[in-house]
T-cell receptor, first 115, second 111 residues
Framework: DAGVIQSPRHEVTEMGQEVTLRCKPI?????LFWYRQTMMRGLELLIY????????DSGMPEDRFSAKMPNASFSTLKIQPSEPRDSAVYFC?????????????FGPGTRLLVL | RKEVEQDPGPFNVPEGATVAFNCTYS??????FFWYRQDCRKEPKLLMS???SGNEDGRFTAQLNRASQYISLLIRDSKLSDSATYLC????????????FGKGTSLLVTP
């Protein structure tokens, strides 16, 4: 079975450019999470969706960040304009029902470097 | 405010050693606890859930102390393949289904 799929796996861009990260959750999973991981701050939750609806976006750092989930099999995280401090690994994860006791399955991540 | 605190390590141990990691969490209302494992440049993966009575999975034993808000992971007979970062994870009861991740404890098992 396919796990969570993310693209691109690596992205290098220049400050000020728009960056779009993509995620395909595991089929049948109703919850999708976007995380950012840095050495300084560890793994931080940015936003999560339930049945394509954003539930909690309190972790989104600022208005430059936006996320959408147009259907059950696709989500995007967009940064516009990007800044060097956005450099991090961005993970997408999904769960079947979203219960706090349930395993979250992570994608391989997108390594973003903003120059 | 740090929700989940871990000793970052690194812990360098020889093969066959026993090693223990600890973690503390700040929200006493948390109900779900986990250890995730993250290999270098890979995604986190669930190692094991942590139950109130403590639980064991092969060489791995997890313990929870709710009174002290403390979680531990014990690895016995360490293998080279155990080298990884171990993330302590606790649910955030104030945020629905969100999880709070510790920054992780790095383990290096040497021959």
């Amino acid at each position: 079975d396919a796990g969570v799929i993310q693209s691109p796996r690596h992205e290098v861009t220049e400050m000020g450019q728009e960056v779009t990260l993509r995620c395909k959750p595991i089929s049948g999973h109703d919850y999708l999470f976007w995380y950012r991981q840095t050495m300084m701050r560890g793994l931080e939750l940015l936003i999560y969706f339930n049945n394509n609806v954003p539930i909690d976006d309190s972790g989104m750092p600022e208005d430059r960040f936006s996320a959408k989930m147009p259907n059950a099999s696709f989500s995007t995280l967009k940064i516009q304009p990007s800044e060097p401090r956005d450099s991090a690994v961005y993970f997408c994860a999904s769960t079947l029902s979203g219960l706090a006791s349930e395993t979250q399955y992570f994608g391989p991540g997108t390594r973003l470097l903003v120059l | 405010r740090k929700e989940v605190e871990q000793d970052p390590g690194p812990f360098n141990v020889p093969e066959g050693a026993t090693v223990a990691f600890n973690c503390t969490y700040s929200n006493s209302a948390s109900q779900s606890f986990f250890w995730y494992r993250q290999d270098c440049r890979k995604e986190p993966k669930l190692l094991m859930s942590v139950y109130s009575s403590g639980n064991e999975d092969g060489r791995f034993t997890a313990q929870l102390n709710r009174a002290s808000q403390y979680i531990s992971l014990l690895i016995r007979d360490s293998k080279l393949s155990d080298s990884a970062t171990y993330l302590c994870v606790v649910n955030d009861p104030d945020s629905g289904y969100a999880l709070n991740f510790g920054k992780g404890t790095s383990l290096l098992v040497t021959p």
